[in-house]
């Protein structure tokens, strides 16, 4: 095995000016960053390229985080208005022999006529300051009642807009929570959910997902999984995509055992939802993060049976390091070698299919791939459909550079 990881590892070095290379996680090299100048802007520090103004802060990524241009004249223009209300200037200085006046009383609220009761029952306790704060207590004492996540009596009425009106402004305040949750700026992506529910709207499943990534982007898994949680009451059901968004964040912050709550919570669902490979590589990334072999083992039986998902060259890696790190070498050499001969088998078998009398498709296969016989198929080896290996894929040379990257990662942690 040594003897053939200097061979592979070789083989790969030498390729590095033939074509472009990959990381050994499948991950593209990032681009190298342009130069960079500060500038101050309202009082905050800023960085700018000449076109662009970036935050002075980046994201949890480490990547530069853009959040306006710059003008012809050098003058700052934000994308997200993120100025500060301006300091009113200090009263001017009174002579000492003459107190400061009391300030004046602030002059009492009007009062509102509180809301009908419901027919049939007792009024619910309601806010009678209309305040748009969501999930919390007012100022009166009442229970918010502004969408599912708060307490108390219903919000304000229906909304007097007509259907693609609705549809239409649920859209744009959903771009605002995306935009604010890119941003990492958590309230005003919260404030945004809150005015769905202001002006009487109901916000869809695509709306509680941005929130839900904007709670996970800032690291609030707490409001993330009340977000979550309300999804589940409401009539809109997560999808496998928002399963995976808060797979990943309880996976970013290390608590595994969630993780593997949500993932069976996923199967045993109505109806049931199974984890396909960007879930299986989320929660392998978890693993690593955490150092835990048996819950990549258990991922990847639940992969080959319940799940039906074949592992690509990340998740393979991933598990290699875990056995690396535990010391299993009897069961990282298996995996080594079971993963080396279905690569020399696979490629036999695409020699085979297009030479000149190849094999015909087997009687139970499936049917035909639209996208693999067009050039690509996003699915890859977890498509459902048959794929024809004589037809040349358009993106062969790069999965072919990704796998080789892949087995020579393997071959290291072996070796180490």
Same mark, same amino acid.
């Given at each position: ?83 500060? +209300? @301006?300091? #009113? $200037?200090?009263? =001017? %200085?009174? /002579?000492?022999?003459?107190?400061? *006046?009391?300030?004046? &009383? +602030? @002059?009492? #609220? $009007?009062?509102? =006529? %509180?809301? /009908?009761?419901?027919?049939?029952? *007792?009024?619910?306790? &309601? ?290």
């Amino acid at each position: 095995p040594l003897s053939r990881s200097l061979a592979l590892l070789t083989r790969s070095l030498t390729s590095e000016q033939a074509r472009p290379r990959t990381l050994a996680m499948g991950k593209k090299r990032p681009a190298p960053e342009p130069e960079l100048t500060g500038c101050v802007h309202d009082g905050e520090l800023y960085l700018h390229d000449g076109e662009r103004v970036y935050s002075s802060e980046r994201d949890w990524q480490g990547s530069l985080v853009q959040v306006g241009t710059l003008g012809a004249n050098g003058a700052v223009e934000l994308l997200v208005a993120t100025r500060k +209300p @301006p300091v #009113p $200037p200090p009263p =001017p %200085p009174r /002579p000492r022999d003459h107190p400061p *006046p009391p300030p004046p &009383a +602030p @002059p009492p #609220p $009007p009062a509102l =006529p %509180p809301p /009908p009761p419901p027919p049939g029952g *007792p009024a619910a306790a &309601a806010c009678t300051c209309r305040a748009l704060e969501w999930g919390r207590k007012c100022s009166c004492g009442a229970a918010l009642g502004l969408g599912p996540l708060g307490g108390g009596g219903a919000g304000p009425g229906p909304s007097t807009l007509s259907r693609e009106q609705q549809l239409q402004r649920v859209r744009q305040l959903t771009g605002d929570i995306s935009e604010h949750g890119r941003l990492k700026q958590l309230d005003r992506a919260v404030g945004a959910f809150e005015q769905i529910f202001a002006e009487g709207l109901h916000p869809t499943g695509y709306a509680y997902s941005t929130l839900l990534n904007a709670h996970v982007l800032a690291g609030d898994l707490a409001g993330g999984a009340r977000v979550f949680e309300a999804m589940m009451a409401s009539k809109c059901r997560p999808n496998l995509v928002v399963y995976t968004t808060m797979l990943k964040g309880f996976c970013a912050a290390g608590d595994m055992t969630a993780a593997v709550h949500l993932l069976r919570r996923m199967a045993h669902g109505s109806p049931p939802l199974m984890a396909d490979i960007r879930a299986l590589n989320t929660f392998l990334r978890g693993c690593v993060r955490c150092g835990d072999a048996v819950a990549a083992r258990w991922a990847f039986e639940m992969a080959g049976s319940a799940w039906r998902v074949v592992p690509d060259g990340v998740a393979h890696v991933a598990l290699a390091r875990l056995l690396s790190q535990s010391l299993a070498l009897k069961e990282l050499r298996a995996h080594v070698e079971a993963r080396r001969e279905e690569r020399e088998e696979r490629l036999k078998a695409v020699a085979a299919a297009r030479s000149a009398s190849p094999p015909p498709p087997p009687a139970d296969a499936p049917l035909a791939c639209s996208f693999w016989a067009a050039g690509r198929c996003e699915r890859g080896a977890n498509c459902r459909f048959y794929h024809d290996l004589s037809v040349v894929q358009l993106d062969e040379a790069a999965e072919e550079a990704d796998a080789t990257d892949a087995q020579a990662a393997m071959e290291l942690h072996l070796s180490h």
